[in-house]
């Protein structure tokens, strides 16, 4: 056949597969079933809390549903990798809105991922709940945003006046990674610190830095009342912490509750992180539906729940998207509005209340680490 | 601790990792002639068959070590053999093998975290043994490290100047053609110069893997900073590469004394910039 012909017969093969595509995949979601999004730290690092995360979700979805779903209708979770980072999460908030066309996003976990996430929402008009990001940058970003969790603005003053007048310390140095979580935890405990006329100095390393001798070397000879091991995952913090040790240093540490929260982490360096600070979003081991998402996840997975200040808020964020919809339906405009006006509403993670700024109300507790355990500080 | 014997002892074992890595990247390429990307590749290899050996094989430590180390090499001969060979048959320009190197990088370091996941993990059995040296902390691992390295060096001085070996793998680097004429094997020599550069890779691996832990990616920032040892201290011969590695050592944990610590890669870079603008053929000229 001549070349004209064959040019014809491709165009037709890629407009075919073309609109295929466009068929099977652009199509808006079905009736029967109710989908939303999810972006969270499935891989790398972070994947330590991202997995228990998806679990969590998935946990309470199969509740829901098994109890009849919502309005009748089953909800379903098309789970995204952010990978912690703003690239991969624009990426999978970009192919959740356009491809799969959800109106609600439950997601970013890391304060990295929202950050990018929030003005593709906007953008779209679609809603997105972060279940764990706590950057203080997240407060008032937009209409569109909600988050179950409480701003690291309080992890910081917290810890800032723990630290001053509890400790008397007076001089902290801070091992920083170079991620929106850690920075926003710096930035509030700084602030909160200098006010109280303390110093605060630290040393940045961008994600991935295995050598932190030498910025040990150059913290460890100021001489600093306590050293703040800032990072966004416990892996990092794991390597900080082992090269703190092989210097044959021993000071006084604080470290960022995503640390705190891995109980692994925490019991493996027992040795090192005696005595050591860290503020959580308390946990109520006394609330029924805490206790009831705490054994359904031990019989589901055979494990003790993981991250347990960022399993309650992950548990109840589904449970509000369920009753938001029964109450306005799956609108995203409306699903935001009533997120706005959530005012105690029952969880297992206690009392919610999300204020006109999209944030969660509420607070982080000390703690303090003794005999491998976290304990409240009193 | 004082500061300044601690900033040389960690420049010491900084410089130690980049110098292994160094030793075994110029043998390749002053032999090939050619930017070995995959090179990256097999310090991962190494530290992740030493990973599977101990935890699912439950091998001693010792055996598994010399068997990563091999695998390593095999990793490396088997590049050579089923990618090079051809390409080099088919007159393909150092371009072609450097892409292809690249791409053999890439595909290599997606099967290991499909295998093992892209976590972090650290190879277990290292000794916690801290040592006091001048008013600063080394750990045994790392000490390990500085002693492979002056070894890795030794090893490859006796067997490029004191073997018949060393000597058709020095005229390849000279002339392929010519080394071709006058007899030599090409192809067999440069599949065992493979060899030997991927063991030394996998060595580096197992190391850092004892002393800070592994992850797929970790070739990539391994290999780089012993490419800027090579350069700086002199392409063309071994003791360059080991010297320009001590260097960026020195100049990476001094650098970030005065200067903050996130600026320790853009330390090493400015220094190969420099380099190569005033002193292109490196420390060591040939």
């Known amino acids: 056949m001549n070349s004209t012909v064959k040019a014809i017969i491709w165009l037709a093969a890629v407009l075919i597969v073309l609109v295929a595509a466009y068929y099977f995949i652009g199509r808006p979601t079905e009736g029967e079933v109710i989908k939303v999004g999810f972006i969270g730290p499935l891989t790398g690092d972070a994947a330590s809390y991202g997995e228990p995360e998806r679990n969590v979700v998935q946990l309470a979805i199969e509740e829901i549903n098994g109890a009849g779903g919502v309005k009748g209708k089953k909800l379903e979770v098309i789970y995204e990798d952010g990978k912690c980072n703003g690239k991969d999460a624009a990426n999978a908030m970009q192919k959740l809105v356009s491809v799969d066309k959800v109106k609600v996003v439950l997601g970013g976990f890391c304060s990295s991922e929202s950050l990018a996430a929030v003005p593709i929402a906007q953008e779209n008009k679609v809603f997105l709940l972060s279940l764990g990001s706590s950057s203080p940058d997240l407060t008032g970003i937009s ?3 909600a988050r179950t969790y409480p701003s690291d603005a309080s992890q910081g003053a917290v810890l800032a006046e723990v630290a001053f007048n509890q400790k008397k310390w007076k001089t902290v140095a801070f091992v920083q990674e170079q991620l929106d979580y850690p920075l926003g935890i710096y930035k509030a405990f700084s602030a909160n610190f200098e006010k109280l006329g303390g110093k605060v100095f630290k040393e940045e390393f961008p994600e991935g830095t295995t050598d932190f001798r030498s910025v040990l070397t150059k913290l460890r000879a100021a001489k600093p009342d306590a050293v703040f091991v800032d990072t966004q995952t416990p892996a990092a913090a794991e390597r900080v912490l082992k ?6 240093w021993r000071p006084m540490l604080l470290i960022s509750d995503a640390v705190s929260g891995h109980k692994e982490t925490v019991e493996k360096n ?6 050591a600070l860290a503020a959580e979003f308390g946990v109520d081991p006394t609330n029924p539906k805490f206790d009831q998402l705490a054994k359904a996840y031990q019989v589901k997975h055979n494990t003790e729940l993981p991250f347990q200040s960022y399993s309650q808020t992950e548990y109840d964020g589904v449970y509000m998207v369920k009753d938001a919809i029964e109450a306005v339906g799956y609108d995203a405009e409306k699903i935001a509005e009533w997120f706005r006006t959530v005012k105690d509403w ?6 919610v209340t999300i204020g006109d700024d999209g944030d969660r109300d509420g607070g982080h507790v000390p703690k303090i680490i003794v005999k491998g355990k976290v304990e409240k500080l009193q | 601790m004082q500061i300044v014997p601690q900033l040389v002892l960690n420049s010491l074992i900084a410089g130690s990792v980049y110098a292994l890595m160094a030793l075994g990247f110029n043998l390749a390429y002053n032999t090939t002639k050619f930017f070995n990307l995959a090179h990256g590749v097999m310090a991962a290899i190494g530290g992740y068959a030493v990973f599977f050996f101990t935890r699912s094989w439950g091998l001693v430590l010792v055996p598994s070590v010399i068997l990563g180390v091999v695998v390593a090499g095999l ?10 060979l051809p390409l080099r048959r088919g007159r393909a320009s ?3 093998l450097l892409v292809a190197s690249l791409g053999a990088f890439t595909a290599l370091q997606a099967v290991i975290a499909i295998f093992f996941t892209s976590q972090f993990r650290t190879l277990a059995g290292g000794s916690p043994i801290v040592y006091d040296l001048f008013g600063g902390a080394i750990t045994q691992v790392q000490l390990l490290i500085a002693i492979g390295a002056v070894a890795g060096l030794l090893f490859l001085s006796w067997l490029l100047k004191a073997t018949t070996f060393g000597k058709a793998v020095r005229a390849i680097g000279d002339d392929e053609e ?3 004429i006058v007899g030599i094997n090409t192809n067999k020599i440069i599949g065992y110069v493979f060899f030997i550069s991927s063991t030394l890779a996998g060595l580096v ?5 004892f002393d800070t832990g592994i992850e797929p990616i970790m070739g990539m920032g391994l290999l780089l900073k012993g490419v800027i040892a090579s350069i700086v201290g002199g392409v063309g011969n071994v003791y360059g590469g080991f010297l320009g590695a001590y260097l960026l050592g020195l100049v990476e944990n001094f650098g970030i004394w005065k200067l903050s610590g996130e600026w320790k890669d853009a330390i090493a870079f400015g220094l190969l910039i420099i380099f190569l603008l005033f002193r292109p053929k490196g420390i060591i000229q040939k």
């Open chain 1, 143 to 145: 209409t569109f945003f």
């Open chain 1, 243 to 248: 090269q703190i040790k092989d210097l044959k």
């Open chain 1, 270 to 275: 027992a040795d090192l992180l005696e005595g």
């Open chain 1, 346 to 351: 029952s969880g297992a993670s206690g009392l």
């Open chain 2, 75 to 84: 990793a490396g001969y088997l590049l050579d053999k089923v990618v090079y």
């Open chain 2, 94 to 96: 150092n371009t072609v």
């Open chain 2, 178 to 180: 010519v080394a071709r």
């Open chain 2, 205 to 209: 691996g197992i190391l850092v893997g």
